[in-house]
């Protein structure tokens, strides 16, 4: 009789073991919705969001909206969550992506469709610049809407600390950058220069590498095979050496809000982040053009360096027909209108109305100078310009350099870096 | 395992026993059910772990170690077998060979500082001190945060800022006008990880202290007091008579601690995030194969983990079959 119960406490087991084996597929929903894949889950970013679903909800009543957010900063975590989903052929229905190469892996692996029908009916080729669309296009397609733009080559200042060390206005070249380096160095106590953790020192190193080179031979760097062992890079990277001479020694242990609030708070001079500090700085309730001020970074006036958030279309997308609703919405200009000013960034769209961003002194300015028509130039380590291969290796030279400050090394690393591609 | 035996054991568990078995087999038969029944149903209980850890375990070590011997650098590649290659490239870059150097300097400051803190403080309990299970419960406690809570707090502690801009412990060093002690803890490029190992120790010197004060307690009374008998010193009774049977402790806390911290992972990220001064092999696996998608350079990272995690557990294993097989169990 024992070993009955215990044959049939054996079958439970067994059976409970393989239900629960099953239960996590069956969540398949009805045919009306649509499920958004995002990292946006806090402060504008969250905001912007659902000021768009809502708008998508109120003229789509009858399709259900699944926000399918994942947290973890700049998408690290969520893009891990997306592999595997992709992965196990289980697709959102839209999933959000930095725009160009970083969406490579993607559409090399058949994940992507293209947009290519989608951007003509929606007449996006004449909204967006051309520039931008050239891009982000993939062997002449693009896989994916931008919704905004970001400006990596901002110079952060504090005007109180320039006035402290006799320096008249931000600077316009490296040259003129570090001038004004040894003079705060002279004549104050802040840090000339604030970075965080090894990745601002990366995006500090793009708008080095821009303002040194110019925007031109900046974008060229870009295409696989490129030559990186040139007397320019050489010395631009002779000047990155010195900017990071007049860095704070405790960076690694800050990230960029630690860096930025140094600039805020008056303890340092200069910062080199992109606009996203302008959000961050407002949340501190610190005074623009009092406790911090903007300049395109030295040596890069008239450049926009970009990046931008977008949206793709996944092939095997289960509600393909709502996604291209969402995509549309977020393609248009109230979309984008909608967007922006709570998420804190501009509309990829030149048509945008700027009445919208005219509360905030910054995106006030940066869409001014996006609708003037500047140059672009894409951001490496926002994954503009490069797949996450190649950034990652950058990153690992860098990070090398920062060890042994063998500045020979990382030129070479770089280069092989780009070769490898 | 007697072959015929256990495969209608597993059937006859469930049904019962089968008559005509019994008819023509006469008492080969009874005592085959009995064998049966006595671990027949042991058998069918445990055989869906034994099953999933066949799959999840051992089936993905096979798995990861062909796609390591792959060159399927691309999560799209097929990925055909290149025996070693991925094996013997990772040292000829420059972050592997560095991520490693970390991974000893972090793991001989961990052990060694983890084994002699919890010696000590099992020494000062195992004296005698008033309130032991107090300082028990304390020493004990900080094992129940996890590493990532621990890491958050520690970052903050060892801030490298100079003097004049000191926080956490720098601070408290300018402040008791110690500022030569005031460094650059875990930020410094060679040694940095010897700091990294601080708030390792402090969580787990605690769990030393409880394994070294059940080995001092099982060192009989008699002994030491044998020892007083002959005119040995107090300290001469620790040295000669209780530590050379502390010896099987030790080498659990070793193995404990040492494969602990040849896979830290979430400690590193918590102060550090992902930067080569702090880079440790468990991070790099991680980039490479969440953010670079080389599946088959995360899987040669793997195995190596897998490697040097062996090279602690398997010879604690062999020592511990061994130790309850003279002891008769």
Not at chain 1, 52 to 79: C, H, K, M, W, Y
Not at chain 1, 190 to 203: F, K, L, R
Not at chain 1, 383 to 402: E, F, H, P, Q, S
Not at chain 2, 139 to 147: E, H, W
Request: contains cysteine.
């Amino acid at each position: 009789m024992r070993s009955r119960w215990w044959s049939v406490a054996a079958g439970a087991l067994g059976l409970a073991l393989a239900v629960s084996a099953c239960g996590g597929g069956g969540q398949d929903g009805g045919e009306d919705q649509v499920e958004v894949f995002s990292w946006w889950t806090g402060g504008g970013e969250e905001a912007g969001l659902n000021a768009l679903i809502e708008r998508f909800e109120n003229e789509n009543p009858d399709v259900e909206f699944v926000n399918a957010a994942v947290a973890g900063g700049s998408g690290t975590n969520a893009q891990a969550v997306l592999e595997g989903r992709l992965q196990s052929q289980d697709p959102p229905d839209s999933f959000q992506g930095h725009a160009g190469a970083e969406l490579q892996d993607y559409i090399e692996a058949g994940y992507l469709q293209p947009l290519d029908d989608f951007f003509d009916e929606q007449g996006l080729h004449e909204a967006l610049p051309d520039e931008l669309v050239e891009q982000i296009s993939y062997e002449g397609s693009v896989y994916s809407v931008p919704v905004n733009i970001h400006r990596s080559n901002v110079l952060w200042y504090s005007p109180s600390v320039l006035e402290e060390a006799g320096v008249d206005g931000p600077p316009e070249t490296l040259d003129e950058l570090i001038e004004a380096m040894e003079a705060v160095e002279a004549e104050t106590d802040a840090i000339p220069m604030a970075v965080g953790a090894q990745w601002t020192v990366d995006h500090l190193l793009e708008s080095v590498l821009l303002g040194s080179l110019g925007t031109e031979a900046y974008n060229a760097l870009w295409e696989p095979g490129a030559d990186w062992d040139t007397p320019e890079m050489a010395e631009a990277l002779e000047t990155f050496e010195e900017v990071m001479a007049h860095t704070q020694e405790e960076s690694a242990a800050e990230d960029w809000q630690e860096a930025a609030r140094r600039v805020s708070d008056g303890e340092a001079a200069f910062n080199i982040m992109g606009d996203w500090a302008a959000g961050y700085f407002d949340e501190l309730g610190a005074i623009p053009d009092e406790d911090y001020a903007w300049a395109a970074s030295p040596g890069t006036e008239g450049t926009y360096m970009w990046l931008s958030d977008s949206f793709t279309l996944p092939v095997g997308a289960p509600h393909e027909e709502h996604a291209l609703t969402w995509l549309e919405l977020v393609a248009s200009q109230e979309g984008q209108d909608t967007f922006n000013p709570l998420k804190g960034s501009i509309p990829a769209r030149e048509d945008a109305e700027p009445a919208h961003y005219a509360d905030n002194p910054y995106l006030e300015s940066a869409l001014a100078e996006w609708q003037s028509d500047p140059q672009l130039a894409g951001s490496f380590w926002h994954g503009v310009t490069v797949g996450n291969r190649w950034k990652n290796d950058i990153d690992t030279a860098v990070g090398l350099y920062l060890q042994n400050e063998d500045l020979e090394a990382l030129n070479e690393a770089l280069h092989q870096a780009a070769q490898t591609e | 395992m007697s072959g015929p035996a256990t495969r209608p054991g597993a059937a006859e568990g469930g049904t019962g026993p089968r008559r005509p078995t019994r008819a023509r087999h006469g008492s080969r038969g009874r005592r085959l059910r009995t064998r049966v029944r006595s671990w027949g149903p042991s058998l069918l209980l445990v055989s869906p772990s034994i099953l999933l850890i066949g799959i999840f375990v051992y089936g993905m070590i096979g798995w990861n170690t062909r796609l390591a011997l792959s060159d399927q650098h691309r999560p799209t590649d097929e990925g055909s077998f290149v025996g070693l290659d991925n094996f013997v490239a990772l040292w000829q870059e420059a972050r592997w060979p560095a991520a490693v150097n970390n991974a000893i300097v972090f793991t001989v400051v961990f052990v060694g500082g983890a084994l002699l803190l919890g010696w000590l403080l099992g020494l000062l309990l195992d004296k005698g001190i008033r309130g032991e299970p107090v300082f028990r419960t304390l020493f004990l406690a900080p094992m129940a945060v996890s590493f990532i809570a621990t890491g958050v707090v520690w970052r903050w502690l060892m801030n490298p800022a100079p003097a004049e801009r000191a926080t956490g412990l720098n601070a408290l060093f300018v402040h008791v006008n110690l500022d030569f002690l005031v460094n650059t803890w875990w930020t410094a490029p060679d040694l940095g990880m010897a700091a990294m190992a601080l708030p390792a120790i402090w969580q787990l010197s605690g769990y030393v202290m409880a394994l070294f004060l059940a080995g001092f307690r099982g060192v009989p009374a008699e002994l030491r007091e044998a020892a007083r008998v002959d005119g040995c010193s107090e300290w001469g009774v620790y040295w000669h008579v209780v530590m050379p049977r502390l010896r099987p402790v030790t080498l659990s806390a070793v193995i404990i601690i040492g494969h602990m911290s040849l896979k830290v992972f979430d400690l590193i990220i918590a102060i550090a995030g992902q930067q080569i001064v702090a880079d440790v092999p468990a991070v790099y696996m991680w980039s490479t194969v969440f953010e670079v998608r080389d599946p088959a350079k995360g899987a040669t990272i793997a195995s190596y983990l897998l490697v040097a995690v062996a090279v602690f557990v398997i010879p604690y294993l062999v020592w511990t079959m061994r130790e309850e097989r003279s002891e008769g169990r």
